[in-house]
């Protein structure tokens, strides 16, 4: 793309776990080229390894240059889309990535703080996709697999870039993923590309967050 529109980083990742696609990947690519609010939306695919994926995470954050960095990943098991609160600096694997890789207890990056909370103003972000009757909820956890090593090495990235703000959302299986999974809820994508959309338009209009509660009991 040669236009001068500033830019919204999407990212998804490639398949892992014995999946044939996943849905955070064929979510951000279906909103690749699409303008919101002035700003084109460019997909990048991230591989799921430890590592490889911030380094492909760091050379997008320099070649695109973006305004707004809207990272997305799989949670099998989760019926509603997860606004991503906080990431932690561990690195503790329950399975192997697409490498082999299995860390265990880990910090994502050595001698760094133990978490960044999202810059992104989820509690609008929330109130807005409510109000669309789209099912979204605030998580307070990432995990410790791939998608939290990427959530923390973003905001570890930008820590020197308060320009730039960034976090992550997790979302659920697609429909025909849910069929090897007996039991597991699922979104179909349509459901989710609008809900990656009204996120990445409350960004761009909200510079100050809601401050009401979506706090967490356990």
């Not at 999407?10 to 892992?16: E, I, N, Y």
């Not at 695109?64 to 990431?87: D, F, M, T």
């Not at 791939?146 to 870039?161: D, I």
């Amino acid at each position: 793309m040669s236009d001068a529109l500033p830019r919204v980083l999407l990212t998804g990742f490639d398949p892992f776990g014995g999946e044939s696609l996943n849905p955070s990947w064929e979510a951000v690519r279906r909103l690749d080229g699409e303008v919101v609010r002035g700003h084109r939306l460019v997909a990048e695919q991230l591989p799921t390894c430890f590592g490889d994926s911030l380094r492909r995470l760091r050379a997008a954050l320099a070649r695109i240059k973006p305004e707004l960095v809207v990272c997305v990943g799989q949670a099998g098991g989760r019926s509603r889309v997860s606004l991503e609160r906080v990431a932690i600096n561990v690195d503790d694997a329950r399975i192997a990535d697409n490498a082999g890789r299995q860390p265990v207890d880990r910090p994502v990056v050595r001698g760094a703080p133990a978490a960044y909370l999202s810059t992104l103003p989820i509690k609008a972000q929330l109130a807005a996709l409510q109000k669309a009757g789209l099912p979204a909820e605030i998580s307070q956890t990432a995990g410790t697999f791939v998608c939290n090593h990427v959530f923390y090495g973003l905001m570890h990235a930008l820590r020197e870039r308060p320009q730039i703000r960034g976090g992550f959302v997790h979302i659920p299986f697609l429909p025909e993923q849910a069929v090897a999974h007996p039991g597991a809820p699922s979104l179909a994508l349509d459901t989710i590309v609008a809900s990656l959309r009204l996120i990445v338009d409350t960004a761009l209009t909200t510079r100050r967050d809601k401050r009401v509660s979506a706090g967490a009991t356990h």
